[in-house]
């Protein structure tokens, strides 16, 4: 089997935050050839990638190129920026997919991208501090802290085995990550800190919705899809007891009662039968 029909076999099988990570990576390994072989025969750093796809801190040259508010996510400075990114990628999709389905992972995942994008654009309009600063938004963070930040107010105390030596609740960990992006604001990366905090805000309304029974993602994607008209059909349809109703608030409470498990004990404690359940729902 040759190396790249090895690397597909792999992205078949993976699930969608290795996915996610394949593309980011395929992408940087995409640029990173591009500007060696550009500076191979110019002697001068190529800015395409860049100057096209990153997020601009200008309105106007934001409204040049308004793709730039998805495309930036894929994009990273270099290869630490890009290698932390993954890392924490790989270890949030583990537990956010334990729990939720890969439908609500890949929501959360895009409108991070797009609340990060919007809090980094209005932070460089309207707040004094960054009035004679320019700077462009790259890198996967905002969607990433997105969906563990909504996934740690899903279920806060899920507990998180950290080196295979000790065990903290889930919360903790991304407090503290949630204080260092604060702290880091009048630093150097003042923009990408914006970028974290409007994924997190994204990730955090998002779960206490979902927590009520009300799934926002799905009115804020649908925003994003062109919708064709239907023609309207007339059905008649039997009245039937209100089994499903039934049905879907006997299930909603199942969930709930093993997340409060979780919060309690932790994932591990779960029986084979409630982590069975969980899955075949989270796929749905």
Request: aromatic fraction near 16%; proline fraction near 3%.
């Amino acid at each position: 089997m040759s190396l790249l029909s090895e690397i597909k076999t792999k992205y078949d099988l993976a699930d969608i935050s290795i996915k996610l990570i394949f593309i980011n990576v395929g992408i940087f390994a995409i640029i990173a050839i591009y500007n060696a072989i550009y500076y191979s025969f110019s002697s001068e750093t190529a800015t395409f990638f860049t100057d096209y796809f990153s997020l601009p801190d200008d309105l106007g040259d934001f409204l040049y190129r308004p793709w730039s508010i998805i495309t930036y996510a894929f994009l990273h400075a270099g290869f630490m920026h890009l290698l932390g990114n993954v890392i924490v990628l790989f270890f949030t999709g583990r537990i956010f997919l334990n729990l939720l389905s890969v439908k609500h992972f890949l929501n959360y995942y895009f409108l991070g991208i797009v609340f990060g994008g919007l809090l980094f654009l209005l932070s460089y309009n309207l707040l004094p501090a960054f009035k004679n600063e320019g700077a462009i938004l790259v890198g996967a963070s905002a969607a990433i802290f997105s969906t563990l930040v909504g996934i740690t107010t899903y279920a806060p105390n899920y507990e998180v085995r950290l080196f295979g030596v000790f065990t903290l609740k889930l919360w903790i960990i991304t407090t503290f990550l949630l204080i260092a992006f604060i702290a880091g604001i009048p630093g150097p990366n003042s923009g990408g800190e914006f970028a974290h905090l409007g994924g997190a805000f994204l990730g955090y309304i998002y779960s206490l919705q979902l927590k009520k029974g009300n799934d926002i993602g799905v009115m804020l994607m649908s925003l994003f899809k062109s919708k064709k008209q239907k023609p309207l059909k007339t059905v008649y349809k039997k009245s039937k007891p209100e089994t499903s109703s039934q049905n879907d608030s006997g299930k909603q409470r199942r969930i709930d009662d093993i997340l409060d498990k979780i919060s309690k004990s932790g994932y591990e404690t779960l029986t084979k039968e409630e982590k069975d359940f969980l899955f075949s729902v989270r796929k749905k």
